[in-house]
């Protein structure tokens, strides 16, 4: 048996668990265009099963805003799988999180917006995306060279406006004006579900923010290359479905 495998063994065994996963390059492969991204269908279909069990709750935590997460992932407000958009900052559901989008927020972020407008027209090639309380500058599809230039330029928002949050992912760099992160959400989310133990399956550099507070008897997951702070590693998307198909069974089992 494997690390991964007795980790995810000891995690199903566990009474009453939260299921969470980040969605572009976990759920969903990474594309071009990030509205042509979708989850694998084995996914979503291992999440729904999780999520009809009983002692189990499950949540996508993305980046993207909640509506066009729900979109992307078909999912309703109906559905018993939560969303958290916006990296915690849109949750579906009330969570004990202080951050208000008030009108010292939305003036942060129109200084953000106006100072990556201006990056992108130096970088042909980059475009933006707006979100309720963040901007997002993408790179993705630009040379090596080309996106490293583009990011730098970025991320020296930090200098002109230190009151704005900046998150450097792959291929974006994200300006945000709310104090929130998916660690603060997925530990609001972990209390108000009564959570023993948390699973989470992240990919990127936003992705640390959970990986850091959710300590074994937790169990973390990277998915991809890079340094990390998860305590286990697969490979891509597909390595997702086929473990969140695993655990489905063991759930199963355990309660058959």
Do not use: C, W
């Amino acid at each position: 048996m494997t690390a991964l495998s007795s980790a995810l063994a000891s995690f199903a065994g566990t009474g009453r668990v939260l299921v969470a996963s980040d969605f572009d390059g976990v759920l969903a492969p990474l594309v071009m265009r990030p509205d042509d991204a979708r989850a694998l269908p084995q996914s979503l279909s291992a999440l729904r099963s999780l999520a009809g069990m009983p002692d189990t709750a499950v949540a996508i935590v993305s980046g993207r805003d909640l509506a066009t997460l729900r979109t992307l992932t078909g999912l309703t407000e109906d559905d018993p799988i939560v969303l958290i958009g916006s990296h915690g900052g849109e949750p579906a559901v009330p969570l004990p999180i202080e951050a208000r989008l008030d009108a010292a927020a939305q003036e942060r972020l129109a200084r953000a917006t106006a100072y990556l407008e201006q990056v992108a027209g130096r970088h042909p090639g980059t475009r933006l995306e707006h979100k309720p309380a963040n901007v997002v500058l993408h790179t993705r599809g630009l040379s090596e060279e080309a996106a490293a230039a583009a990011a730098a330029d970025g991320m020296a928002i930090t200098q002109a406006h230190p009151d704005v949050h900046v998150m450097a992912g792959k291929s974006i760099v994200e300006a945000g004006v709310l104090d929130v992160n998916k660690g603060v959400a997925l530990t609001a989310l972990a209390q108000r579900v009564g959570a023993e133990a948390t699973l989470y399956l992240g990919d990127d550099v936003t992705d640390e923010t959970a990986f850091a507070v959710l300590p074994p008897p937790n169990l973390t997951v990277k998915v991809g290359p890079g340094k990390t702070a998860a305590t286990q590693r697969i490979p891509d998307p597909e390595a997702v479905a086929s473990l969140l198909a695993d655990l489905a069974d063991l759930r199963r089992a355990g309660t058959s």
